[in-house]
């Protein structure tokens, strides 16, 4: 987990951050059209993603999403 500092606010996947706020990343193991669609179904909207990027394991595919207090949560599972 990140927490975001004040004094050295960066861009994150498509959006400013807030202060104060985290971002971390959930590994899944549920195929990706899968976490697509219970987001959908919970009326979570994916600020950015599917992509295709590279995680400490090797590719992963992510996508993000905004909590209530504007914490970035990523959501991945690997390739």
């Not at 990706?32 to 992963?60: C, F, H, W, Y």
Request: hydrophobic share 35%; proline share 5%.
């Amino acid at each position: 987990m990140n927490i975001v500092e004040l004094d050295h606010l960066v861009l994150t996947v498509k959006n400013i951050p807030t202060p104060e706020s985290g971002d971390l990343c959930l590994i899944s193991d549920t195929a990706m059209d899968q976490i697509i669609a219970e987001l959908s179904n919970n009326k979570v909207k994916v600020t950015t993603g599917p992509l295709k990027k590279r995680g400490a394991n090797g590719p992963i595919t992510s996508v993000y999403v905004r909590d209530r207090d504007q914490n970035l949560i990523e959501i991945s599972n690997y390739n």
